[in-house]
């Protein structure tokens, strides 16, 4: 039996685009297919509408809208408009994305090691742009990840596009923060320990909750899971992950020790950018299309410095 009717379907919001369909939905905003006049079904667009008005919602939205329209890459996410409806609800119109989000792909099981290379790759393209620009995303997760892929006829490579979404709660530091002092924001399955504890993020927060979702994307499962929120939260803080061959012993080596000095607790610890991490990627995915053996070489280049 299906639920009420969204209120909202078929209003035109700004003049020009009507709402069709409901396709998502967060805490303080829905997400319609929306269609302009006189256009194709293809031409349509997603309009995301704010719902909630509490605390700096409205400023948050505003600031993903600033967010979206600097990152200029084609594994973000490109803005079209920004406005306020009739009643002054602010709207942001971005490309209507095909595919599904990782968290949905992830239901099925893991993913070949060469797709996750070409993601995590993809991924770290825009967090480059983004991190250049002082712009930390701070809720990097499968649920913020969509993904089109085809894999090949062995099921073990393909190609794959991922685009990085739902910048909400972006921090742009030349910008300062709209949360609360002390707060905790994101999602405890995938934040970072400094997160967790509520202390200063920077571009090495955002690799952290990269290395959880390549985790997951590797093994099925991210590191820490099945516990509430808090309990999350506090294995984030002070549990080592078990290490990823200990889930996936065929990972490979070069691969899996990277994914683990993502994970690694001290902000220093962790590659110092994501251009780093691209680098590294870029030497293992070039040796597993080749399929050769991995060498010491190519061991010690995939083996990154750390940021301290």
Not at 94 to 105: C, F, H, I
Not at 269 to 284: F, K
């Amino acid at each position: 039996m299906s639920g009420p009717r969204d209120r909202n379907l078929g209003t035109i919001i700004g003049g020009r685009y009507r709402l069709i369909r409901r396709i998502g939905h967060g805490g303080s905003a829905v997400v319609y297919r929306a269609r302009r006049p006189g256009c194709r079904p293809a031409d349509d667009v997603a309009l995301k509408l704010l719902v909630g008005l509490e605390g700096n919602t409205a400023g948050r939205f505003q600031r993903e809208a600033e967010v979206i329209a600097a990152i200029e890459h084609p594994n973000s996410l490109p803005l079209f408009d920004y406005g306020f409806a009739d009643d002054g609800t602010p709207y942001l119109v971005t490309e209507l994305l095909r595919g599904s989000t990782l968290a949905d792909v992830l239901t099925e099981g893991p993913l070949p090691q060469l797709v996750v290379v070409r993601m995590l790759a993809q991924i770290c393209e825009v967090l480059k742009v983004a991190h250049g620009l002082g712009i930390v995303h701070r809720d990097l997760k499968p649920d913020n990840l969509q993904v089109e892929m085809l894999l090949g006829d062995d099921g073990t490579g393909g190609w794959v596009l991922v685009r990085v979404i739902d910048f909400g709660l972006a921090r742009w530091k030349s910008r300062g923060t709209l949360s609360e002092a002390g707060s905790v924001v994101g999602c405890p399955r995938y934040m970072s320990p400094e997160q967790a504890l509520s202390r200063p993020v920077d571009a090495r927060t955002d690799l952290y909750s990269l290395g959880v979702v390549a985790y997951e994307s590797l093994t099925g499962a991210p590191p820490f899971h099945g516990g509430t929120p808090l309990v999350d939260l506090m294995r984030q803080i002070s549990v080592r992950p078990m290490p990823l061959h200990v889930h996936a012993p065929y990972v490979d080596v070069a691969l899996a020790r990277l994914v683990m000095q993502l994970l690694e607790k001290r902000q220093s610890a962790r590659p110092p950018s994501a251009r780093a991490v691209r680098e590294a990627l870029r030497l293992i995915e070039r040796r597993m299309e080749a399929a050769t053996p991995i060498s010491r070489d190519t061991e010690e280049l995939a083996r990154l410095p750390s940021a301290g």
